[in-house]
């Protein structure tokens, strides 16, 4: 339903439309159950132009570079019937994930 709005569904789209999308959600939703879900429907409803963006193509070599860095840890706790600690340690590690693009240019 939002790709029927707008172009590109994107959080600027979204942000820069927000009184769209809150007239479409609350044409869908009728006290929590979905109530018209077909874009044709809707607009005939919601008459409101959306703001559509401008989407620029990247060149078809573009580089793009993403460093991914997940932490993942994990407490492993004993403890009694009194409720004492008898024995806890905290295990932990470091994923990286990395989508480098390197290139060397010698002119």
């Given amino acids: ?21 809150y007239e479409l959600l609350d044409e ?7 109530q018209y879900t077909e874009a044709k ?3 005939e409803f919601i008459k409101t132009d959306a703001y559509r963006m401008e989407v620029t193509q ?11 860095l997940d932490v993942v840890e994990s407490v492993n706790i004993l403890v009694n019937s009194n409720g ?3 024995r806890s340690d905290v295990v ?11 290139a060397l240019y010698f002119p």
Avoid: C, W
């Fill in 1 to 21: 339903v939002f790709k029927h709005y707008f172009e590109e569904l994107e959080e600027e789209s979204l942000r820069d439309n927000f009184v769209v999308v």
């Fill in 28 to 34: 869908i939703m009728d006290f929590g159950y979905p």
């Fill in 41 to 43: 429907i809707l607009s």
């Fill in 58 to 68: 990247r060149p078809p070599m573009a580089v793009t570079n993403a460093v991914f």
């Fill in 84 to 86: 004492q600690i008898i």
């Fill in 92 to 102: 932990g590690a470091l994923k990286m994930r990395t989508y480098l693009r390197f």
